[in-house]
């Protein structure tokens, strides 16, 4: 299973950014895919998560109403639209796959995004 992101880079506080992450192989309507971050000198934390079969997602508190989740089936394809971004968002981004929530088994190589003040 490999898991590549990209859509990282520097913006200005307010500004919006959007990840991607596409998964090799076939992804089982059990999958859950998503993202995780860490920030520097920080633990690693979750930020949105969604169960790939149905299209729920999840959120962490501290992005929700800025940050949206979204899966292209066909193209074995989830999204993280950031909008509003803080600097506090400053972190190395991680695309994850997993079967249950907030439990990931894959990671990918992360990208940074950098939020400036």
């Known amino acids: 299973v490999q898991l590549q992101a990209s859509g990282g880079g520097l913006v200005a506080a307010g500004a919006s950014l959007r990840l991607s992450c596409a998964a090799s192989?076939?992804?089982?309507?059990?999958?859950?895919m998503g993202w995780f971050r860490q920030a520097p000198g920080k633990e690693r934390e979750f930020v949105a998560e969604?169960?790939?079969?149905?299209?729920?997602?999840y959120y962490a508190d501290s992005v929700k109403g800025r940050f949206t989740l979204s899966r292209d089936t066909a193209k074995n394809t989830v999204y993280l639209q950031m909008n509003s971004l803080k600097p506090e968002d400053t972190a190395v981004y991680y695309c994850?796959?997993?079967?249950?929530?907030?439990?990931?088994?894959?990671w990918g190589q992360g990208t940074l995004v950098t939020v400036s003040s």
């Open positions: 994850t796959r997993g079967t249950d929530l907030r439990s990931p088994v894959y």
């Open positions: 192989g076939r992804i089982f309507s059990s999958a859950v």
């Open positions: 969604v169960r790939w079969g149905v299209g729920r997602t």
